[in-house]
């Protein structure tokens, strides 16, 4: 299986995705990339592939996190596990209690 195109996109939502934690990419984009619709187990394997090799080459001898998928819509969701180095999660919720208190 060789994808056909897309690949830069691919790779800039991937480095975004070591960044930022989270990243959303177009079925589109993944279709065209793949040259299929839909994505077969292949295409996630080598999604897979891709970001452990993103990873380690940005983070060498950090361990390579775990990459979860919603399947959206429009859109394919990929959303990184925490590592050291990231903010702590905060629940929207816990901050909108918040300001409910500092309202009161």
Not at 4 to 17: D, K, P, V, W
Not at 65 to 83: D, M, Q, S
């Amino acid at each position: 299986m060789n994808p056909t195109s897309n690949i830069n996109e691919i790779s800039a939502a991937l480095n975004a995705l070591a960044a930022d934690m989270a990243v959303s990419i177009s079925w589109h984009t993944l279709y065209q990339w793949a040259g299929s619709s839909p994505l077969t187990v292949e295409h996630y394997a080598q999604l897979l592939c891709h970001w452990k090799q993103l990873w380690r080459g940005a983070r060498e001898g950090t361990p390579v996190p775990a990459v979860f998928l919603y399947h959206g819509a429009a859109k394919l969701t990929l959303v990184r596990e925490n590592t050291l180095d990231d903010p702590p999660a905060v629940a929207l919720h816990d901050l909108a209690m918040i300001a409910t208190v500092l309202e009161g």
